[in-house]
């Protein structure tokens, strides 16, 4: 028979594995990861992303989900149950506050947001049993900074664990757990595929027992990522490190040009040495600051409703971090479910639009925001 023995894994398109007796079955049962039974509980593509992940973010383990949220859902759950107490940076993607709002309270787990300028003083906000805090590399939609080797060292103090969504940044840029956070999470959706052509995520742990429990709560409510999206995800992986150091190249020309734009009235990008955290997001992202960036026109639904219609390389496309360029409207997309008032404190204005900076020549989507800005 001729041996098989593929460079690259094959999609393993099946829900359900072979035993050829019982006391194969035994042996499953005595060791899980010897083999695979059921691929809701495990499957060799969604485990080869989980460690591929794993291994750039220095983990203890990992477990792939079916997308971002469900990496946010499993993360909490990993450190909560009923009656416990999340905190949560203010600045955060507005799914997972909604994800903290309208789900997990039904579970009995309560959140307290906190403000950007107070992550660094949380005594006031921490009861009994607060368990966590959940903050972003890179904060969404308004690119602030967390200094996560402070952070963690501030939570642990407070007997917390820090989790933290590095998905603007991505583990080249950031590694979280080596700077002492517990958990890093990822919608692989974004930077890790980086195509837009899988929805996904990973969670991954510092601690072995607690990427255990993340497995268990990937099988049990039925987390699993599919075998043709974890393929579709590894091999975007594989030119992570490329990717991320055009898009960075990319987004410091296109913010450069916005700054210096009549019609710009503020550029939110932490390569430029404008912004507050320029030097620790220099440190931190081992010079490299990503694709994202956000800025503000007037605030005006025409204005910014003409830029979207003029734009071509910048088409209106609510997602982000693939390789082709795509614009998002933060107030009436991302953050829509947030109250009016929540939405003014964290500048969320009807004149923010954000970008996501992709890989193509930088003087086509210069030119394409010039002419789109010009009018």
């Not at 930077?191 to 929805?199: K, L, N, P, Q």
């Not at 890989?359 to 010039?370: K, N, V």
Request: aromatic content about 6%; glycine content about 8%.
């Amino acid at each position: 028979m001729t041996t098989i023995n593929p460079k690259i894994t094959p999609i393993y398109q099946s829900s359900v594995f072979k035993f050829q007796d019982l006391d194969e079955l035994d042996e499953y049962f005595a060791d899980t990861t010897s083999r695979y039974l059921y691929s809701r509980n495990g499957n060799p593509n969604s485990d080869e992303l989980a460690e591929a992940v794993n291994q750039l973010e220095g983990g203890a383990g990992a477990v792939a989900t079916s997308s971002g949220m469900a990496a946010i859902f499993a993360a909490v759950l990993a450190y909560c149950q009923a009656g416990d107490h999340v905190l949560c940076a203010a600045d955060i993607y507005g799914g997972s506050a909604a994800l903290l709002n309208a789900e997990l309270s039904r579970l009995g787990i309560t959140t307290t947001y906190v403000p950007f300028e107070q992550l660094y003083a949380l005594e006031q906000y921490v009861q009994p049993t607060t368990r966590l805090l959940l903050a972003e590399t890179i904060s969404n939609p308004l690119l602030r900074v967390a200094d996560l080797r402070r952070l963690a060292a501030h939570c642990h103090a407070l007997g917390l664990k820090l989790v933290v969504d590095n998905t603007f940044a991505s583990p080249v840029l950031t590694k979280p757990l080596l700077l002492g956070a517990d958990i890093s999470l990822h919608s692989v959706t974004k930077y890790v595929s980086g195509h837009s052509d899988v929805t996904a995520g990973v969670t991954v742990a510092a601690d072995a027992e607690v990427a255990a429990r993340l497995k268990q709560i990937g099988v049990f409510y039925g987390l699993t990522l599919s075998p043709m999206e974890s393929w579709l995800a590894v091999r975007g992986l594989k030119t992570l490190r490329l990717r991320m150091r055009e898009h960075s190249h990319n987004a410091l020309a296109v913010a450069r040009l916005l700054l210096g734009h009549p019609a710009v009235r503020e550029v939110y990008y932490p390569g430029l040495p404008t912004h507050e955290q320029h030097a620790l997001a220099l440190e931190q992202g081992g010079g490299l600051c990503g694709g994202m960036l956000s800025f503000k026109l007037a605030d005006d639904k025409e204005v910014v409703s003409r830029f979207m219609r003029r734009s071509r390389r910048f088409p209106f496309a609510p997602s982000l971090a693939g390789v082709d360029s795509s614009l998002s409207y933060p107030l009436g997309t991302s953050h829509r479910a947030l109250t009016a008032e929540q939405q003014q404190a964290l500048g969320i204005t009807t004149g923010l639009v954000r970008l996501s900076v992709g890989i193509e020549p930088a003087e086509e989507l210069l030119a394409d925001l010039q002419q789109a800005l010009d009018v």
